[in-house]
């Protein structure tokens, strides 16, 4: 079936700091990629996706690639601020599916 | 101007009790979605309804009855409450396809 893994969290940071939260993915068809985000109390937000191989999604500073060889959809940016402290999730979603298929999601913590 | 709207946001009943979530969406989606999160924060489908038709069931207790009375509502009632049904609910939309799924706040579901 269809599933996604994410690295395990937490994860703690300073400001400042590089950040990459790991995703990979099995699917049966050809998935569309998302990354989700969670802020405390909130419910979830798209924060980017990407629908194709090699499509890069990019959003507030964060940015993932659709890596197909790999079946990767890394997290990456390149200086985290403290508002950026939130649970973040991967997620796909097959064509004609209907639903997502979420990661186990990732907490990321950002210390000033 | 909420796009995906969840009612109550808190929810605290006894056990054995029957309960009722209601969700709209004022975004014109075919296509709307229940989520359970459980304590670690995973997120699972429950149920996918397409333009008032039920498309997804996934290995819910029969306890749990979605009904949409028009593709702008999805509600959750739920009968004979458990302690393992602690969780937050999220309710989804989003159009048809595997376009991104919009998400409201959630309802925190707590059993005594």
């Known amino acids: 079936g269809d599933s996604v893994t994410q690295m395990e969290g937490p994860v703690t940071l300073s400001e400042e700091a590089f950040l990459t939260i790991n995703c990979t993915y099995t699917a049966t068809g050809y998935p569309s990629l998302f990354w989700y985000v969670q802020y405390p109390g909130e419910g979830l937000q798209l924060l980017l996706k990407?629908?194709?191989?090699?499509d890069k999604g990019s959003n507030k500073g964060f940015e993932a690639t659709y890596r197909k060889e790999t079946t990767s959809f890394h997290l990456e940016k390149g200086s985290v601020q403290v508002s950026d402290s939130a649970v973040y999730f991967c997620?796909?979603?097959?064509?004609?599916?209907?639903?997502?298929?979420f990661g186990q999601g990732t907490r990321l913590t950002i210390n000033p | 101007d909420t796009a995906v709207s969840q009612t109550p946001k808190y929810l605290v009943t006894q056990m054995g009790n029957d309960k009722s979530i209601k969700c709209e969406q004022n975004l014109g989606h075919d296509t709307m979605y229940w989520y359970k999160q459980d304590s670690k924060k995973f997120l699972k489908i429950m149920f996918s309804?397409?333009?008032?038709?039920?498309?997804i069931n996934e290995t819910v207790p029969n306890r749990f009855s979605p009904k949409s009375p028009d593709k702008a509502h999805l509600n959750l009632h739920i009968n004979s409450l458990e302690l393992g049904d602690s969780a937050v609910y999220f309710c989804?939309?989003?159009?048809?396809?595997?376009?991104?799924?919009?998400f409201g706040d959630g309802t925190r579901l707590s059993i005594l």
């Open positions: 309804y397409n333009n008032k038709e039920l498309i």
């Open positions: 989804a939309s989003s159009q048809a396809g595997n376009q991104p799924q919009h």
């Open positions: 990407a629908t194709k191989a090699d």
């Open positions: 997620a796909l979603t097959i064509q004609g599916a209907q639903k997502l298929v």
